[in-house]
């Protein structure tokens, strides 16, 4: 399965991340979505899609999106929400939820910094796509796409353009 992540679009969703994508089975969005109901559907209409709201989100997204997700792709089971801290340093919330799911992949927005990394004390790939809004502080806009196979990752590509 050919998965693409994003997170913190804050209302933009361009030409280049829909190119990028073009060829994913799915899309997962870490949450932060921006705009409204027609943005949100936008997206959905352009990829089957698994998302969670962020704390810069309204109604029309926490109505189609819960606050966490809790799945499985070809063996492996993940974790996504917005808020996640980082290895070491976990919101509680999230820290919780691993805690309770023991997730195989444990994926999170909201920081905009683009982190891929293993937490070898909860045994899970830690994945953050960064952000891929105009708004926030971050210099370059990214996203993630990478493929799951019989409970293993391959091929993580980074897709980078100019804030």
């Known amino acids: 399965m050919f998965i693409g992540l994003i997170s913190d679009t ?23 979505w921006g705009g409204g109901s027609e943005f949100v559907e936008g997206i959905s209409s352009f990829k089957p899609v698994v998302g969670v709201y962020g704390n810069c989100d309204g109604s029309p997204v926490r109505y189609s999106y819960p606050g966490y997700q809790f799945f499985e792709r070809e063996g492996m089971s993940i974790l996504m929400t917005h808020i996640g801290g980082s290895p070491g340093h976990y919101d509680p919330a999230a820290r919780k939820l691993i805690e309770n799911l023991r997730p195989s992949i444990f994926v999170c927005g909201h920081s905009h910094i683009l982190k891929v990394m293993q937490d070898r004390y909860y045994d899970m790939l830690y994945i953050n796509p960064g952000a891929a809004g105009k708004q926030g502080w971050q210099l370059v806009r990214t996203a993630l796409r990478f493929k799951i196979d019989s409970g293993k990752i391959s091929g993580m590509e980074v897709f980078e353009l100019p804030k």
């Open 10 to 32: 804050h209302g933009s969703f361009d030409q280049g991340f829909r190119e990028f994508f073009a060829q994913v089975d799915e899309l997962w969005h870490a949450g932060d």
